[in-house]
């Protein structure tokens, strides 16, 4: 079974993945950050290193995906193959840090994968505003992220909003601006019972 954590830059996803593995003993699938080559070069030049970028995480989450499809249990991944191509993407090329060939060209190869792996069993979409989003990136005091503009925040934000509002299969929707689990258990019991209802049926459904 496959699980996974959507949701903007400093929405809890890591956080969350390593929580829930620990929980439910499910097997984590961390994304690659710290290991990018490109990631501190494109906060200092956008444009420059957009495409680069994006086809670093695509080729890395469909590895993943396909390693996932091929496990025994149930894993946790922390961010989807999708948010690449319907939030990442899309926002570079509005912003006019990402070339409509350079995106068509993106598409094109994001349109094969997904021919060939399926969604999730369980999608956990963390929704946050963005004063909550710069707080949370300040607080871990990333080097590489301090340069990260906010408008470009907000039009990620925006793309998250309106690709959850299409997303058809299982889906959980956690305000974490509201629920946060990191350091109460309360919120953490109240976003296990969520996921328990989505996946077994043995709480009452809510978003």
Sequence with gaps: MH??????IGSGKTTLTKMLAAHYGWTPKFEPVDFNPYLSDFYDDMERWSF???????????????????QDGIVIQDR??????R??????RDMGL???RDFE?????FDLMMSLVGSPDLLIYLRSSIPNLI???????????????????????????NWISSYKDNLLILDVDRI?????PEFFREVTDKIDAKLFGLFPDEK
């Design 3 to 8: 699980i996974a954590i959507a949701g903007n």
């Design 52 to 70: 680069n970028l994006q086809i670093y995480f695509l080729n890395k989450r469909f590895k993943d995906v396909v390693d996932i499809k091929k």
């Design 80 to 85: 989807t193959i999708y948010e690449d191509a």
């Design 87 to 92: 939030i990442f993407a899309p926002n570079l």
């Design 98 to 100: 990402m070339s409509t």
């Design 105 to 109: 060209n993106y598409n094109d190869l």
């Design 135 to 161: 707080s949370q990136i300040q607080k871990r005091g990333r080097e590489y992220e301090k340069s990260i503009r906010i408008d470009y925040i907000t039009g990620l934000n925006e793309k998250y909003e």
């Design 180 to 184: 946060k689990f990191e350091n109460n």
